[in-house]
Nanobody, 118 residues
């Protein structure tokens, strides 16, 4: 089993920034972030795959940046120019091999809340 612990959530104003960090208890090839807002489906936000390729959802491209520290087994999400649509619970995810499509990740963190308001 892999334990994932997120930190860095909180409140921000429109146009503001937050940085999320996730620490994994052991190395995994794939790490990334999902989010889920009340009444909405879970959405993959960003991920870094086994081949180091990073993929972003269209809704965050150009505003969010994912970075991975393989030695520390962490993944961070720098979120800039936040807007109310970014309000959600953010979950760190991990997979021991290639990142799966959809939400079929092996391991999920408990989540950290991000709230964006005016």
């Amino acid at each position: 089993q892999v334990q994932l612990v997120e930190s860095g959530g909180g409140s921000a104003q429109i146009g503001g920034s937050l940085n999320l960090t996730c620490v994994g208890s052991t190395y995994t090839s794939c790490m990334g972030w999902f989010r889920q807002a009340p009444g909405k489906e879970r959405e993959e936000v960003a991920r870094r795959d086994l081949n180091a390729k990073i993929r972003y959802s269209e809704s965050v491209k150009g505003r969010f940046t994912l970075t991975r520290d393989v030695d520390a087994n962490t993944v961070s999400l720098q979120m800039n120019n936040l807007n109310p649509d970014d309000t959600a619970m953010y979950y760190c995810v991990a997979q021991r091999t290639w990142c799966p499509e959809g939400d079929g990740y092996e391991f999920w963190g408990p989540g950290t809340q991000v709230t964006v308001s005016s």
